[in-house]
Nanobody
Framework: QVKLVESGGGSVQAGGSLRLLCATS???????MGWFRQAPGKVREGVAA???????VAADSVKGRFTISQDDAKNTLYLQMNNLKPEDTAMYYC?????????????????????WGQGTQVTVSS
């Protein structure tokens, strides 16, 4: 059974850093993995993603501040978040695509992913 478990969320002041982790199990190969977030009253948005070739993409709002990476040996996906802003406050979700390749232009589209974690809350105060 495929399982994604996020951790590392918390409360920080603006300018601070957090590192999110997503532990994966139940499958060996994934075509892409990504981080998404959803703030109260807002639609879920793609934050950063990485495909099977190691190519990464990031939303304009987080470029230069957030970095996605993965450790295949540990089956773990990471999101390093620096210089956090209050507008980064949201529930952060890890997602995986195991159903075939996807064009890189769609890596931040939530419909491209078929497995999701339960989320970890990130709160940034000003």
């Amino acid at each position: 059974q495929v399982k994604l478990v996020e951790s590392g969320g918390g409360s920080v002041q603006a300018g601070g850093s957090l590192r999110l982790l997503c532990a994966t199990s139940g499958y060996n190969y994934k075509n892409a993995m990504g981080w998404f977030r959803q703030a109260p009253g807002k639609v879920r948005e793609g934050v950063a993603a990485i495909d099977s070739s190691g190519r990464t993409v990031a939303a304009d709002s987080v470029k230069g501040r957030f970095t996605i990476s993965q450790d295949d040996a540990k089956n773990t996906l990471y999101l390093q978040m620096n210089n956090l802003k209050p507008e980064d406050t949201a529930m952060y979700y890890c997602a995986a695509r195991t159903i075939g390749r996807v064009d890189s232009v769609y890596l931040l589209a939530d419909w491209a992913y078929n497995y999701w974690g339960q989320g970890t809350q990130v709160t940034v105060s000003s």
